[in-house]
């Protein structure tokens, strides 16, 4: 620890006698200096040991020195230290009394010791305490380090937790606790999930500070990219000392390279998964998995499903965030998906695809929940009209369980339900949502109404000429099936007037009725241009 009032005083060659503020001696010194001058507070920092000899100072007069021991109070001098023997035989009484009345230590300094003595003495035991910071520092940094290697994280966190006597958490790139040391700590790290969100939100590296009731918190970074990937928190009864700061700076060095893999291992990865997804969806499952040998293997061996994600905005700024390694608009999704397959040790394929971003996922696994998890949030955000315009997240399709066999089908699969999620504004639609429910919301496509709009523009110009209700005519003859007497019931007119109208449909559309596919054609039309309000 550094030198105190009180272990000065004890220094054996010092020969320093008490004189006022006895209580106080536990204070840190900072620095012990020299100073004559009548107000020597412009130059004092807080914490030093101020040494005189009053030799510019009337200090037999009881205002004065109340003053002047007032301002030294006020600017964080710590003790005041007097030369007797010099200018004045003994520590006049004005000066006694006033550092008693404002607790401030007051030191007899004998006339045979030097105030350079006593500034050695400050020097030697501030060297010294950084000394042991520094040796304790660096052992803290051996023992994290060989927990690091051979117990992972979490033995990291046990040894940084002793090391500060507190307790330490370690936090995914969602704002999840991976680990803590010890358990207890679990609960408490759970409640600054909030905090944590904070600190993502700044350029890393970043920290910040937690006061609890019951302890401190520091927030740190984990990662060097432009966002966070992790963060670790350190939670202690007091600040941390400098041993401790050392241990602190050496966790997160450690960490740091525990959770971020370099640049060259990710490119290596991202084009191992390029090529694994190029050979499934060739059709060629037994390159796919020689390929992909133990670091997709797993995940080929067991059903699967495909996630085909692409930006809300333009095709250009999807291909630029795809390109960019699936961050920018995706970045959340990877982040959720990844945290999610980390945390149960899942295998996770992620792979930018063109313009788009394909992920690979287990069957009911966890990373899939993680992607319905976030598209359900991304489309309640959506709603309350809070997405940023600057990331304005994804959309995606999810297929239905598939094997490396079907990957083709499966990707096809996701890519039709990614169409249907463009067209209905959510951020994720799963295939089997298709099957289930009815063809008609599908019908909205701006394609199939520009195609309807074509197809009975003819008829609706001949009702406008008032010869004839051919399209109301059209729509209940094929609701009744080409029953020709209900669907003239429908109308209230004559069967034969029915029969008449449906042969000039026939001949303004160049189309014959008895054919299913025009008869199909021109009904999906009709629900069309219905849905639409036309």
């Known amino acids: 620890m550094p030198p105190t009032l009180a272990s000065l005083v004890h220094h054996s060659a010092l020969k320093l006698t008490v004189r006022a503020g006895e209580d106080r001696l536990d204070v840190p010194v900072r620095w012990a200096h020299v100073s004559e001058l009548a107000d020597p507070v412009p130059y004092m920092e807080g914490g030093e040991l101020l040494l005189i000899t009053a030799l510019k100072l009337d200090a037999e007069d009881p205002q004065t020195m109340a003053r002047y021991v007032k301002r030294l109070v006020g600017a964080g001098v710590v003790g005041l230290g007097f030369a007797v023997g010099v200018n004045y035989p003994d520590i006049p009484d004005a000066l006694v009394e006033a550092a008693a009345a404002e607790g401030l230590p007051l030191i007899e300094v004998p006339r045979r010791t030097p105030f350079l003595a006593i500034s050695k003495a400050v020097s030697a035991a501030i060297a010294a305490d950084q000394y042991r910071a520094v040796t304790a520092g660096f052992a803290a ?54 905090d944590v969100e904070r600190l993502r939100e700044r350029p890393a590296p970043a920290s910040l500070v937690v006061a609890g009731t019951d302890d401190r918190v520091e927030l740190h970074s984990l990662g060097t990219g432009r966002g966070p990937r992790a963060a670790l928190a350190v939670g202690t009864a007091s600040t941390l000392g400098t041993a401790d700061r050392y241990a602190v700076h050496s966790a997160i060095a450690l960490l740091t390279l525990t959770t971020e893999r370099s640049r060259s291992l990710q490119a290596a990865e991202a084009r191992i998964g390029a090529a694994v997804l190029r050979m499934l969806l060739a059709g060629e499952p037994d390159h796919a998995r020689a390929v992909a040998g133990d670091l997709y293997g797993g995940l080929l061996d067991a059903p699967f499903r ?33 945290a999610a397959a980390a945390r149960l040790g899942e295998a996770l394929l992620v792979v930018p695809y063109g ?74 639609v799963e295939h089997e949502e298709l099957a289930a429910g009815s063809v008609l919301p599908l019908l909205a496509d701006d394609a199939v109404r520009a195609f309807a709009d074509g197809l009975l523009r003819a008829l609706r110009e001949h009702d406008a000429t008032g010869r004839g209700d051919l399209v109301a005519s059209l729509r209940a003859w094929l609701s009744r099936h080409g029953q020709w007497d209900a669907a003239a019931a429908d109308l209230g007119v004559h069967r034969h007037t029915l029969r008449y109208r449906m042969r000039r449909v026939e001949e303004i559309l160049g189309r014959s009725l008895d054919d299913p596919d025009v008869r199909m054609e021109l009904w999906l039309s009709l629900k069309a241009t219905a849905a639409a309000g036309e």
């Open 306 to 338: 495909l996630v085909v994600a692409e930006a809300v905005g333009t095709q250009e700024a999807a291909g630029d965030a795809a390109g960019a390694g699936g961050r920018g608009w995706s970045g959340g999704l990877v982040d959720a998906v990844e």
């Open 355 to 428: 313009d788009r971003l394909v992920l690979l996922v287990a069957d009911g696994g966890a990373a899939q929940a993680a992607a319905v998890g976030y598209a359900a949030t991304v489309d309640a955000e959506r709603a309350d009209g809070r997405e940023p315009a600057e990331e304005p997240g994804p959309l995606m399709g999810l297929s239905a369980p598939a094997g490396p066999i079907a990957a083709a089908s499966a990707y096809k699969q996701a890519e039709q339900a990614l169409s249907v999620a463009r067209r209905r504004g959510r951020c994720l």
């Open 141 to 194: 940094q051996r023992e994290l380090t060989k927990q690091a290697l051979g117990e992972g994280a979490q033995g990291l966190l046990g040894a940084l937790a002793a090391q500060v006597d507190g307790w330490s958490a370690l936090y995914d790139a969602s704002g999840a606790v991976v680990a803590t040391a010890p358990e207890w700590a679990a609960r408490r790290a759970a409640r600054l999930t909030p």
